[in-house]
């Protein structure tokens, strides 16, 4: 009985740990240009920040971590381990 316990809270925790959270799409604009927006968390304690556009350059960043910047119609990616702290996901475009 005690095996099958363990292998059910096992389970439970690996379902819940790969489980994505809270994850956000936007469109947002610059200079009336559409850019697109991706943020939030996976697994709880994974942040990122997503951004592209087709015309200008752009940057993500969340919690410190950066993309750089990226040229047109190249994906801007930041991520990295943020615990428990409060996602600061941001985005902008330049040019």
């Known amino acids: 009985m005690k095996g099958k316990k363990s292998i059910a809270a096992l389970l439970c925790v690996s379902i819940c740990a790969a489980a994505p ?28 920040s997503d951004c592209n556009s087709a015309i ?3 940057h993500s960043s969340c919690n410190g971590y950066e993309s750089g910047w990226m040229e047109p119609d190249d994906l801007a990616q930041a991520w990295g381990y943020i615990g428990t702290d409060t996602l600061e996901a941001y985005w902008s475009c330049r040019g």
Do not use: C, I, S
């Not at 610059?30 to 304690?45: E, F, I, L, S």
């Open 56 to 58: 200008y350059e752009h």
């Open 21 to 48: 959270v809270a994850a956000l799409a936007d469109t947002v604009y610059y200079k009336g240009t559409a850019v697109y927006w991706h943020y939030g968390r996976n697994a709880g304690v994974w942040g990122f």
